[in-house]
C-alpha cells in the first residue's frame, strides 16, 4: 500500500513514457567498448565539476585533477585578474606533464606564482601564456605568444567548477538547466567546513550512481544500521520517494526523512540522542541566512516531513541536500569499464563550539560506515554482470533514475556514434 | 594530558588521536573488549565534557581541552562497533575503504 502520492500516471516511471518499463540491459557497464563510446561521447563532450571555488581561494591557488576518462590531467588555477581557469596539464615544449609532485598520476594542490615544467624550466603565468624558455636562443624561431598552456573551457555556477573538454558546448547555465536553476541561492558559500572521502571502486562508474540513485536498499542493505525495532518497522514499510523530476539529461529525488530530531529518542543510538546529530546530520539547524526559505527547487513535494534531495547532474555529479542544513556531493570518476574513483565531500557550517563540531564528526562518522556497505556491493555486482549469465534486470519504479541514467548514457553515445558517421560521410 | 576534571579518562590517553585515519586504524586494531572498556568509561561523560568544551572558542583550544576533544572523536569512532555491530569492522563492507583525505582543521 503506498504511503505517499503517485502521479496520476499511476508510477513515476510511466510519466516518461521514453523510459519504458522493461527489463534494462547492463552490458553498458561490462563492454569495453561501449567504455570508449562513453569516453568520447561522454567525458569529452559535456560539463564536469572539479570541485569548488573554496579549492582555489586566492590569485595562484591551483589544483590539478586527473580525467582519465577523457585522457588527460587538468589544472584549475586563480590568475591574477581573479578569474578561475582551467589549462591541460601539458608542457609545449615535449608533452611532460606540468604539475605534479612525486608521483605524476597523484592530484595535487598548492600555490604559486607561475608554473615551472621540471624538465627544461619552461615557465607559464597563472592565465596560460609561456613566459620564459630556457636557453631561447637554441630553438627556431618559437613565438612564445603561440605555445601557451591549452585551455579548456571552464564556468562557474554557484561556486561549483565546471570544466568542458568541448570547444564547441553549450554554456554551462544553459546545460544545467532549469534543474540547477530552482536551486540558485542556495547557501552554498557559508557551508566552507570539508570532509573529503575517496576510493578506488572495482565497478563500472554507472553501479555505483545506480547505488546512491535509489533508496529502495536501504531498508535492507542498512538495516543493521538503526536500532531493531525502528529497522523492522523501515523494513516492513519498504521505501517511497516523495517526489521524481526528470530533466533530461539531469534528475532528482526527493524523500522523506523524520531523524533529525526524530519523534522518539528511543528510536536512535544513544551516541546520537547526546550528540544531538547522526545520519542526517546534525539535529539544530546552523544559525545562518537562507536555510528558512529554501529555494524552490528543494522539497519539490512540499513534504512536511522531507529529509532531503538528491540531484544527479549527468553524467557523475551528485548534489545532495539534508533537511538540517548541510550538503554533500559524489563524483564517480572512470578509470576503466570496470573501475572508478569515487570522491564524495561533505560540507558543513563551520562549527563555532565544540558541540557543533562533535555533531558534524558523528554525521560524518555515520555516512562512511553506510557507504562502505554501499561501496562493497559493487565490485560483486560488476563480476557477476561480466558473466553476462543475466544480462536484463527488471527495474522498479523506485529506480527511476537508474532507468533514466542508463537511456541518457545510451542516447548520448547513439547520437554521437550517429555524428561521427554523418562527419565522416559528408 | 586531559583537564584536571576528565582525569579518570587518563588511562584512555591512546585515543587522543589527531586525524581521522588514525582513530579509523585503532578502532581496526581494538578489540571489542578494548572499545568497550574505553566507551564505558567516556560515554557517561560525554555531556559533561561537551558543556566544558563549549566555554572555550573552538580554534584556540587549549592543549588539555584540545586533547579531550580528539578523545571524543575517537568515542564517536568506536560508538558503532559498540553500540551497533559488535564488531570493529562495518558488516558487509569487505574489502572496500573510503579514505579521508581531508577534514576540518580542528
Ligand atoms: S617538457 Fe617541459 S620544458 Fe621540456
Ligand atoms: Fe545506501
Known sequence: MPHFTKPETGSWT??????????????????????????A??????????????????????????????ETSLIIVRGKDKEVRAFHNVCRHRGNKLVWNDFPREEVKGTCRQFTCKYHAWR????????????????????????GLKAVRCEIWEGFIFVNLD???????EYLGEMAKGLEGYPFHEMTEVFTYKADIGSN??????????????????????????????????????????????????????????????????????????????????AIE???????????????SWGTDSFEFFPNFT?????????????????????????????FVPAKTASQRLAQELAAVTFKEYALQDANTLEATQSMLKGRVVTDFPLNDQE??????????????????????????? | MLPAEFAELEPYSDWVLAKEPQRYAKRLASSMEEMQAFYDAAFPLLERAMAHLDAFPLDDLPEPERNLLQLSYSLVMVSFPVEVWKQARVPDSGAAYLDLLVEPRV
Open chain 1, 319 to 347: 548534489l545532495l541536500f539534508w533537511a538540517p542544513g548541510w550538503y554533500l556531493t559524489y563524483h564517480y570518476w572512470p578509470t576503466a569499464v570496470d573501475r572508478h574513483t569515487f570522491e564524495a565531500n561533505l560540507y
Open chain 1, 167 to 173: 570547444p564547441d558546448a553549450q554554456p554551462l547555465a
Open chain 1, 290 to 304: 537562507g536555510l528558512d526559505k529554501l529555494p524552490p527547487g528543494l522539497n519539490p513535494a512540499r513534504h512536511r
Open chain 1, 14 to 39: 510511466e510519466q516518461y513514457p521514453e523510459l519504458g518499463t522493461g527489463p534494462v540491459n547492463y552490458e553498458d557497464s561490462v563492454d569495453p567498448a561501449y567504455y570508449a563510446a562513453e569516453q
Open chain 1, 124 to 147: 607559464y603565468g597563472l592565465d596560460g601564456e609561456l613566459t620564459f624558455i630556457q636557453q631561447e636562443e637554441e630553438f627556431f624561431g618559437v613565438e612564445k605568444s603561440e605555445y
Open chain 1, 205 to 286: 562508474w554507472k553501479l555505483f550512481i545506480d547505488a546512491f540513485a535509489e533508496f529502495y536498499h536501504a531498508p535492507v542493505l542498512h538495516q543493521k544500521q538503526a536500532t531493531k525495532d525502528e529497522s523492522e518497522k523501515l523494513l516492513s514499510y519498504g521505501f517511497e520517494a516523495l517526489h521524481y523530476e526528470l530533466r533530461s539529461p539531469h534528475a532528482m529525488i526527493s524523500s522523506w526523512g523524520g531523524m533529525a530530531p526524530p519523534k522518539d529518542p528511543s528510536m536512535v543510538k544513544p551516541i546520537e540522542r547526546v550528540l544531538r546529530s547522526g545520519l542526517f546530520g546534525p539535529w539544530d539547524k546552523p
Open chain 1, 41 to 70: 561521447a561522454i567525458f569529452k563532450r559535456t560539463w564536469l565539476n572539479v570541485g569548488r571555488v573554496e579549492l582555489v581561494p586566492r590569485t595562484g591557488s591551483y589544483f590539478t585533477k586527473e580525467l582519465a576518462a577523457a
Open chain 1, 400 to 426: 527511476i533514475l537508474l532507468r533514466h541514467l542508463h537511456k541518457v548514457v545510451g542516447d548520448y553515445v547513439t547520437k554521437h556514434a550517429e555524428k561521427e558517421h554523418a562527419d565522416a560521410a559528408g
